[in-house]
């Protein structure tokens, strides 16, 4: 099972990688972007349609530590259809905007994706 924390995991590292990408090309930049959006949105949708089908909810915790040491995530039934939505609503939207974000730089995309 694809473990919830890669969804922070993926954000941060596109945000950080995309001036990198930016400079090869901004299409590179876009490309990377939707894989990324795509990702985002698959973990919750398959973390939804397990727990719909029985599989007990995740938990994790940060730092390998019980909280109030670390921060707990629990990524629930409405978590996941939640989470799912609003990637995949910001997934459709990036596909919309394409012209405007190869035009405007890797800031929009970051701000989008993060």
Known sequence: MVSPILLFVAALAFAFLAPLFDRIGRWLTYLLGIITLGFMAWVPGLWLVRMLAG????????????????????????EA???????????????????QLL????????????
């Not at 259809?81 to 012209?99: C, E, G, K």
């Not at 035009?103 to 993060?114: A, E, H, S, Y």
């Open 55 to 78: 599989v007990q909810e995740p938990l994790l915790y940060t730092a390998g530590l019980k909280p109030p040491v670390s921060i707990m995530l629990r990524m629930g039934p409405i």
């Open 81 to 99: 259809a939640l989470t799912f939505l609003i990637n995949l609503f910001v997934l459709l939207s990036v596909i919309h905007l394409h012209r």
């Open 103 to 114: 035009r405007g730089g890797v800031q929009p995309m970051m701000l989008l994706i993060v």
